[in-house]
């Protein structure tokens, strides 16, 4: 469990079994692009009230 679905502060909150087999970099570039995606809905939204 602690290895597996808890996230570490200083593993750039990954959990400890992503980072050792390999998958922090696909993990964090994944949130990325959802971060972007996410914010870029927002504005559309946003813009959509205002007008």
């Known amino acids: 469990h602690y290895n597996h679905r808890r996230y570490h502060e200083s593993l750039d909150n990954l959990a400890p079994a992503d980072v050792y087999f390999g998958r922090g970099a696909t ?5 990325e692009r959802i971060k972007r995606d996410t914010i870029k809905q927002r504005r559309l939204n946003h813009h959509a ?3």
């Open 49 to 51: 009230k205002a007008a």
């Open 27 to 31: 993990i964090l570039l994944e949130r």
